[in-house]
């Protein structure tokens, strides 16, 4: 054991010997590592990025709130057949309300897209959202300041709003939005709560870009028949499937359908979406990681050819070492650290150049260097230079030194 | 007298591509006992090299028996000739064979960095090794800033460092001028007065009068083998 330690320091010794007495040589060939960490690392973070960005916006759906809708969101079913279901009625919530063992919350929302004004400022894109005051408990958001609307606001219909970040932000560049009169499609709101931003990738799903309003209201100024959806937040999270039966059993019940005939509605989750994401998500990772892999790969055959040459070059010097005594896997030993310690240089400056390139990438996605793609990354790089290295210093270490001797 | 080397019908042939074959060595059988003082001769090509290869276990005959201090060496495999190169073995070449990016130093504690010596005691060693040869002043000089006996020097303390069974020397004055030539025949003089044993490969009579015994090849056979009669010692050239 101490005569391998002994080896290696030495194996190490000389390798940075060698790559020092060729400086420009080594860079240059490390520089295929380089770029392949480089882009690997990138690739790595940038997919962090969508990971968090996705898992943050599936967040806002709520572990633990069961969405009764008539259209589900991920279906294999033939649209033809779902298309002519019956919408579903803002009475249905009270009925679960009182019906429901497990539900620990239950908000009926309707939602339309309109223009919201404030004086000169104005927002496109944004949504109206009629709902009570239960909204809140079974929403993946948070308030901001202000407060969310009382049950006597709500039923009474009030011309009181709670904005998303979104909104805040076009309407109110300087903020201090509480108190203010916002106008949707020329009917005025005053705001008496603000959202805290929830980000996210499902765009038109997001409370980012809403306002809420009571239900009442809404039906008031934007129609009453349109389609609803009813929130329902589970009191505990474990009895999530057992509360899906019983709503169903409940919503059956509302819609009258006699056994054997199919649901005409669905009960959504945020598990759906998760559960539909993370095959694409591995899909995405693979090919992106294998692409980037190649350029990596590309480093390590540039590491094997040097380290032909190198081994060529110093035929002399493998046959001086092997006369006096280095043995075949003392030779072996000190190929390949030196091979290892190239591609090992090469990985420490191209963590050293990605770093503040992911600091760009956190610009636009929700993302940090994970730690572990620095040690895998550092150990991908020895591992690399250990295979790029290893036919370079097996030729080495069998060299004959009779024949090494005599080269010139 | 206890024989160090042992050589029974020793075959070297070399396999030039088709039916083609050189034969470098047709038979030779030779005992070399300890402390004694040996020098090989021949005409070019005449398997001086091959045979001083054999005996340093840099090569392995084609056929044919070599016991080397009673062992059977013929049959050993690369680890081991590389365990005795590196602790029975001083090798001495015509090209000095010196790590060019090392200094005197290292060059000299190479061998015993393979024969697993702690840093220190090697150093202690090399330097006193490389003081013994007169270098003690050039210990940190690398290679390129040394003159050929000056590197010479290096090569034998690096043979002699390990306190090998015998030092092997392959036209170690080739490359040197006829003065420098004869510094390094008096360092070798004084190694086998201090009991080392040694063979010697020159095709300069001058030099093999040095020895006390010379084995003349020719074409792959022993030629003769007889004892230096008209013998040159250290303080018989300081005389003449
Ligand atoms: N590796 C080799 N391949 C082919 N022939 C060789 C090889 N080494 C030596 N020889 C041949 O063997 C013979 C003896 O060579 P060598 O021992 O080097 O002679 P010397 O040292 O006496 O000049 C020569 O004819 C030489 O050409
Ligand atoms: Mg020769």
Request: with cysteine.
């Amino acid at each position: 054991m101490a005569y391998f330690l002994t080896e290696l320091r030495e194996g190490l010794v000389i390798s940075i010997r060698a790559i020092r007495a060729n400086k420009m040589r080594s860079v240059l060939t490390t520089l295929g590592i380089i770029i392949g960490i480089v882009s690997v690392t990138l690739m790595a973070t940038a997919i962090e990025g969508v990971n968090r960005a996705f898992e943050k916006s599936a967040e806002a759906f709520g572990t633990d709130v069961l969405y009764i809708q008539k259209f589900p969101w991920v279906s294999n079913d033939d649209w033809s057949t779902i298309r002519n279901r019956r919408m579903l009625e803002v009475s249905y919530a009270a009925r679960i309300e009182r019906q429901s063992m497990f539900a620990a919350a239950v908000a009926p929302v309707v939602a339309t897209g309109r223009r919201v004004t404030y004086g000169d400022n104005s927002m496109e894109g944004g949504f109206i959202s009629g709902t009570t005051s239960q909204y809140l408990a079974t929403a993946g958001v948070s308030l901001g300041d202000g407060r969310f609307f009382t049950a006597e606001e709500s039923n009474g219909g009030r011309p009181v709003c709670v904005v998303g970040a979104t909104v805040v932000e076009n309407l109110f560049p300087r903020g201090d939005p509480i108190g203010k009169t916002i106008r949707v499609s020329g009917f005025p709101y005053t705001i008496i709560g603000t959202l805290e931003k929830q980000g996210g990738i499902f765009g038109q799903f997001t409370a980012d870009t809403r306002v809420f309003v009571p239900l009442n209201s809404f039906q008031n100024q934007f129609g009453g028949r349109r389609d609803v959806t009813i929130q329902v937040k589970v009191a505990d999270l474990k009895q999530l499937d057992d509360a899906k039966l019983e709503l169903e059993g409940i919503m059956r019940t509302i819609r009258g359908l006699t056994p054997g005939k199919a649901n005409d509605f669905n009960i959504n989750q945020q598990e759906i979406l998760t559960q539909t994401f993370a095959p694409i998500s591995l899909v995405i990772a693979s090919i992106g990681l294998f692409i980037t892999g190649l350029s990596l790969f590309v480093g390590g055959i540039g590491i094997m050819n040097i380290m032909f040459v190198s081994v060529t070059e110093r035929t002399r010097e493998i046959g001086i070492r092997k006369a006096i005594g280095a043995k075949r896997r003392t030779i072996l030993m000190q190929f390949l650290s030196e091979a290892a310690v190239l591609c090992l240089l090469g990985g420490l400056i191209g963590l050293a150049i990605a770093f503040p390139l992911s600091l760009i990438v956190d610009q636009f996605l929700p993302t940090a260097m994970p730690l572990s793609v620095v040690f895998i990354s550092i150990g991908i790089s020895l591992v690399v230079g250990l295979i790029s290295g290893f036919l370079p210093a097996y030729r080495a270490a069998k060299m004959d030194p009779v024949e090494a001797l005599r080269y010139e | 007298m206890e024989n160090i080397i042992e050589l029974k019908n020793i075959v070297k042939t070399y396999d030039m591509g088709g039916a083609e074959q050189v034969l470098a060595l047709q038979g030779v059988s030779v005992n070399i006992g300890k402390n004694e003082y040996v020098a090989i001769m021949g005409p070019s090509g005449s398997g001086k090299s091959t045979l001083m290869n054999i005996i340093g276990c840099l090569d392995t005959p084609t056929s044919g028996q070599y016991l080397f201090n009673g062992i059977n060496v013929s049959e050993m495999n690369d680890n081991e000739l590389a365990k005795i190169r590196n602790k029975e073995i001083g090798f001495v070449f015509q090209t000095f064979n010196l790590l060019a990016r090392s200094d005197s130093l290292h060059n000299v504690e190479l061998p015993l960095i393979y024969a697993g010596v702690p840093s220190a005691e090697r150093r202690r060693r090399a330097t006193e090794t490389l003081q013994h040869v007169q270098l003690g002043d050039r210990i940190h000089h690398k290679p390129n800033e040394l003159s050929g006996g000056q590197r010479q020097r290096v090569a034998v303390a690096r043979a002699l460092v390990t306190k090998p069974s015998i030092i092997l020397a392959d036209e170690p004055t080739g490359n040197l001028d006829s003065k420098t030539g004869e510094e390094i025949m008096m360092l070798f003089q004084e190694l086998h007065d201090q009991g080392n044993t040694i063979i010697l490969v020159t095709h300069e009579p001058d030099i093999a009068e040095h020895a006390h015994r010379t084995i003349r090849l020719r074409d792959g056979h022993i030629e003769s083998d007889e004892p230096v009669t008209k013998r040159r010692t250290y303080t018989a050239a300081k005389a003449s």
